[in-house]
Protein backbone atom coordinates (compact mmCIF):
# COMPACT_ATOMS: atom_id res chain seq x y z
CA UNK A 1 0.00 0.00 0.00
CA UNK A 2 1.26 3.39 -0.98
CA UNK A 3 2.52 5.74 1.95
CA UNK A 4 0.74 9.06 1.29
CA UNK A 5 1.79 12.51 2.89
CA UNK A 6 -0.47 15.02 3.18
CA UNK A 7 0.12 18.39 5.18
CA UNK A 8 -3.07 18.03 6.75
CA UNK A 9 -5.62 15.46 8.49
CA UNK A 10 -9.16 16.38 9.01
CA UNK A 11 -11.37 14.85 11.68
CA UNK A 12 -15.21 14.20 10.89
CA UNK A 13 -15.94 17.34 12.88
CA UNK A 14 -13.49 19.21 10.95
CA UNK A 15 -14.46 18.28 7.56
CA UNK A 16 -18.43 18.74 9.09
CA UNK A 17 -17.57 22.03 9.86
CA UNK A 18 -16.10 23.39 6.66
CA UNK A 19 -19.38 22.08 4.22
CA UNK A 20 -21.44 25.40 4.83
CA UNK A 21 -18.70 27.30 3.26
CA UNK A 22 -17.56 24.92 0.97
CA UNK A 23 -21.20 24.17 -0.60
CA UNK A 24 -21.17 27.29 -1.48
CA UNK A 25 -18.00 28.03 -2.92
CA UNK A 26 -18.46 24.40 -5.09
CA UNK A 27 -22.03 26.12 -6.35
CA UNK A 28 -20.47 29.41 -7.36
CA UNK A 29 -17.44 27.08 -8.96
CA UNK A 30 -20.23 25.23 -11.08
CA UNK A 31 -21.74 28.42 -12.08
CA UNK A 32 -18.96 29.93 -13.63
CA UNK A 33 -17.54 26.82 -14.70
CA UNK A 34 -21.00 26.50 -17.12
CA UNK A 35 -20.52 29.95 -18.30
CA UNK A 36 -17.69 29.55 -19.37
CA UNK A 37 -18.25 26.49 -21.26
CA UNK A 38 -21.32 28.59 -22.60
CA UNK A 39 -19.43 31.71 -23.97
CA UNK A 40 -16.43 28.92 -25.19
CA UNK A 41 -19.30 26.98 -27.21
CA UNK A 42 -20.27 29.86 -28.58
CA UNK A 43 -16.94 30.89 -29.93
CA UNK A 44 -16.21 27.19 -31.18
CA UNK A 45 -19.21 27.71 -33.51
CA UNK A 46 -17.43 30.45 -35.23
CA UNK A 47 -14.11 29.61 -34.90
CA UNK A 48 -13.80 25.50 -34.65
CA UNK A 49 -10.43 25.23 -34.76
CA UNK A 50 -10.18 26.91 -31.46
CA UNK A 51 -11.19 23.54 -30.24
CA UNK A 52 -8.12 22.17 -30.41
CA UNK A 53 -6.40 24.89 -28.81
CA UNK A 54 -4.58 24.91 -25.00
CA UNK A 55 -6.82 27.28 -23.08
CA UNK A 56 -4.00 29.60 -22.76
CA UNK A 57 -4.20 30.28 -26.21
CA UNK A 58 -7.39 30.85 -26.62
CA UNK A 59 -7.40 33.18 -23.86
CA UNK A 60 -4.79 34.97 -26.04
CA UNK A 61 -7.18 34.81 -29.04
CA UNK A 62 -10.21 36.31 -26.79
CA UNK A 63 -9.10 38.32 -23.45
CA UNK A 64 -12.63 38.70 -22.33
CA UNK A 65 -12.07 34.36 -21.04
CA UNK A 66 -9.19 36.22 -19.03
CA UNK A 67 -11.40 37.23 -16.36
CA UNK A 68 -13.83 34.40 -15.66
CA UNK A 69 -11.04 31.68 -16.15
CA UNK A 70 -9.29 33.36 -13.51
CA UNK A 71 -12.34 33.49 -11.15
CA UNK A 72 -12.75 29.77 -11.62
CA UNK A 73 -8.87 28.81 -10.86
CA UNK A 74 -9.48 31.66 -7.72
CA UNK A 75 -12.22 29.76 -6.69
CA UNK A 76 -10.57 26.01 -6.63
CA UNK A 77 -7.17 27.57 -5.17
CA UNK A 78 -9.40 29.16 -2.23
CA UNK A 79 -11.69 25.27 -1.94
CA UNK A 80 -8.16 23.68 -2.22
CA UNK A 81 -6.54 26.08 0.45
CA UNK A 82 -8.95 24.68 3.32
CA UNK A 83 -7.06 21.56 3.25
CA UNK A 84 -9.38 19.31 0.99
CA UNK A 85 -9.08 17.99 -2.65
CA UNK A 86 -11.50 18.80 -5.13
CA UNK A 87 -12.10 15.89 -7.79
CA UNK A 88 -15.05 16.86 -9.60
CA UNK A 89 -16.57 20.79 -10.32
CA UNK A 90 -19.27 19.07 -11.96
CA UNK A 91 -20.27 16.49 -9.34
CA UNK A 92 -18.39 19.32 -6.38
CA UNK A 93 -16.86 16.26 -4.96
CA UNK A 94 -14.92 16.97 -2.53
CA UNK A 95 -12.28 14.30 -0.41
CA UNK A 96 -10.44 15.48 2.90
CA UNK A 97 -7.55 12.89 4.01
CA UNK A 98 -8.36 11.30 7.41
CA UNK A 99 -6.79 8.46 9.41
CA UNK A 100 -9.14 5.85 9.43
CA UNK A 101 -7.28 3.70 12.16
CA UNK A 102 -3.77 2.87 12.89
CA UNK A 103 -2.13 5.33 10.18
CA UNK A 104 -4.11 3.99 7.19
CA UNK A 105 -4.97 7.25 5.86
CA UNK A 106 -8.08 7.44 3.53
CA UNK A 107 -10.37 10.19 2.06
CA UNK A 108 -13.64 11.06 3.41
CA UNK A 109 -16.04 12.42 0.71
CA UNK A 110 -18.51 14.47 0.47
CA UNK A 111 -20.64 16.38 -2.75
CA UNK A 112 -22.94 18.75 -2.60
CA UNK A 113 -26.73 18.17 -1.30
CA UNK A 114 -24.93 15.93 1.33
CA UNK A 115 -25.90 17.71 4.68
CA UNK A 116 -22.62 16.15 5.98
CA UNK A 117 -19.75 13.82 5.29
CA UNK A 118 -21.41 10.37 5.05
CA UNK A 119 -18.48 8.40 3.51
CA UNK A 120 -15.02 7.68 2.55
CA UNK A 121 -12.77 5.91 0.40
CA UNK A 122 -9.70 4.78 -0.08
CA UNK A 123 -6.86 7.11 -1.74
CA UNK A 124 -5.91 4.86 -4.30
CA UNK A 125 -9.62 4.56 -4.82
CA UNK A 126 -12.26 6.98 -5.94
CA UNK A 127 -16.38 8.03 -5.82
CA UNK A 128 -17.15 4.47 -6.96
CA UNK A 129 -15.34 2.80 -3.96
CA UNK A 130 -17.26 4.91 -1.65
CA UNK A 131 -18.37 3.31 1.88
CA UNK A 132 -20.69 4.96 4.22
CA UNK A 133 -19.53 5.98 7.42
CA UNK A 134 -20.88 4.30 10.79
CA UNK A 135 -24.33 5.67 11.42
CA UNK A 136 -24.16 8.42 8.52
CA UNK A 137 -27.51 8.85 7.12
CA UNK A 138 -27.65 7.10 3.84
CA UNK A 139 -28.57 9.69 0.91
CA UNK A 140 -31.75 8.84 -1.10
CA UNK A 141 -30.83 7.12 -4.47
CA UNK A 142 -32.42 8.69 -6.86
Known amino acids: MA ?18 ALEVLIREL ?3 TNELRSHMAKIFKLEPELETM ?3 QMVERHPELREPTTRIGDLANKI ?4 CFLKDI ?3 LLDFPWELEHG ?3 FLCWQPGE ?3 IAWHP ?20
Request: hydrophobic share 35%.
Open 3 to 20: NHHFDKLFSLEEANELIP
Open 30 to 32: QLR
Open 54 to 56: QLS
Open 80 to 83: ESFG
Open 90 to 92: DLG
Open 104 to 106: NVV
Open 115 to 117: PSV
Open 123 to 142: VEGGFAQRRWLPGAPKPYLN
